[in-house]
């Protein structure tokens, strides 16, 4: 079964940066999509960006365009999340996911992915 594994969240103040990296463990992944979902305490999760796989064409949430960016590594199977300008809005549990299937929408918020990793914590201090 794959497992997903994100690390690089923490603490940090509000107008900072942070890089989320996200990497398959005991697995090798083929063509995914893959992205990121955060979910805020009392909140429902939330899509946040994913990249494709075969162009590498990315989406984003409307709360974070132009201020967070989604890019894979030399290793496709591999993806980050540069987080910048951070509010304390931004303050979630933020969880890697893959799909092997094409994503093929206009719309990333409508991307529901089966594979999902633990999330990892990101709090932004005012």
């Known amino acids: 079964q794959v497992r997903l594994v994100e690390s690089g969240g923490g603490l940090v103040q509000a107008g900072g940066s942070l890089r989320l990296s996200c990497a398959p463990s005991?697995?090798?992944?083929?063509?995914?999509?893959m992205g990121w979902f955060r979910r805020a305490q009392g909140k429902d999760r939330e899509f946040v960006a994913l990249?494709?796989?075969?162009?590498?064409?990315?989406f984003y949430a409307d709360s974070v365009k132009g201020r967070f960016t989604i890019s894979r590594g030399n290793a496709k199977d591999t993806v980050y999340l540069q987080m910048r300008a951070l509010t304390p809005d931004d303050t979630a549990v933020y969880y890697c996911?893959?799909?092997?299937?094409?994503?093929?929408?206009?719309?990333?918020?409508?991307?529901?992915?089966?594979?999902w990793g633990q999330g990892t914590g990101v709090t932004v201090s005012s």
């Open positions: 996911a893959a799909d092997d299937r094409p994503f093929d929408s206009d719309d990333g918020s409508s991307w529901w992915p089966p594979i």
């Open positions: 005991g697995y090798i992944l083929g063509d995914y999509v």
């Open positions: 990249i494709t796989s075969n162009d590498g064409k990315a």
